[in-house]
């Protein structure tokens, strides 16, 4: 059995390629009913470069 999704729950696609981030910030899903954001990252630095809400509970 699934677990149960709640408004608060928070999911995050983490990517270190700028063209990735842009796909899933254009191409967000239809039908989904979470909090899915999309984290661009730089693996060199350490660093959070930007994070994008891309789908609503």
Known sequence: MLPNIYPDDKFTIV???EEV???FLNRP???LR???YV???DLDKDRIIKEEQICKY
């Open 29 to 31: 899903p239809l039908s």
């Open 21 to 23: 981030f842009h796909y």
């Open 34 to 36: 979470a909090n899915l």
């Open 39 to 41: 984290m661009l990252i």
């Open 15 to 17: 990517v270190n390629n």
